[in-house]
């Protein structure tokens, strides 16, 4: 069965960067987009980026174009996003999401990423 | 960007009543268009795609209709395990908005 796993919580000084992991299993990693979303808490639900994992290819939002960086690992199923320069409204459960069919059919379980001085 | 405007942000509503949450999209977006229920500390899970095609194993007494700019769910008699915030999604282009989302309470 599709299974996205993602890294464990983390908490962050403001200006520091945070890179989380999401490792996909149960389908062939290389066919479907992978997608990163995220949710400020008590709020609705943001897009941050996508990432081809079969040729590495992204596009991120314009809002967070200068500090996201999403990569892949083919060899272990796994994709990554990097977010830097730390603001404490970057608190927020970010989500790692497959597209299949022009939808989010799978969603990881969400981390929560908390910045703080 | 595209623009999804959902209405209502809330709504109370009792077990059996029919409810409809809708979305408009600032412009055309033919049918990528997607719903989802997010329940308190759980991931979103996805309800209709296309605008109007149930994800697998989703009860039948959730639809979709629209098309173009205008969408809308419907659930035909809430369940006690309806109540939760629904999202609308565009994925017709990126970046790939959601609606503010609504959020089904008990009366």
């Known amino acids: 069965q599709v299974q996205l796993v993602q890294s464990g919580a983390e908490v962050k000084k403001p200006g520091a960067s945070v890179k989380v992991s999401c490792k996909a299993s149960?389908?062939?990693?290389?066919?479907?987009?992978m997608h990163w979303v995220r949710q400020a808490p008590g709020q609705g639900l943001e897009w941050m980026g996508m990432?081809?994992?079969?040729?590495?290819?992204?596009s991120n939002t314009h809002k967070l174009q200068d500090r996201v960086t999403m990569t892949r690992d083919t060899s272990t199923s796994t994709v990554y996003m990097e977010l830097s320069s730390l603001r404490s409204d970057d608190t927020a459960v970010y989500y790692c999401?497959?597209?299949?069919?022009?939808?989010?059919?799978?969603w990881g379980q969400g981390i929560l990423v908390t910045v703080s001085s | 960007d595209i623009q999804m405007t959902q209405s209502p942000s809330s709504l109370s509503a009792s077990v059996g009543d029919r409810v409809t949450i809708t979305c408009r999209a600032s412009q055309s977006i033919s049918t990528y268009f997607n719903w989802y229920q997010q329940k308190p500390g759980k991931a979103p899970k996805l309800l209709i795609y296309?605008?109007?095609t149930l994800q697998s194993g989703v009860p039948s007494r959730f639809s979709g209709s629209g098309s173009g700019t205008d969408f809308t769910l419907t659930i035909s008699s809430l369940q006690p395990e309806d109540f939760a915030t629904y999202y609308c999604?565009?994925?017709?282009?990126?970046?790939?908005?959601f609606g503010g989302g609504t959020k089904v309470e008990i009366k």
């Open positions: 999401v497959r597209e299949a069919r022009t939808s989010f059919d799978y």
């Open positions: 990432i081809n994992p079969s040729d590495g290819h992204t």
């Open positions: 999604q565009q994925s017709y282009s990126t970046p790939r908005t």
């Open positions: 149960g389908y062939t990693f290389t066919t479907y987009y």
């Open positions: 296309a605008a109007s």
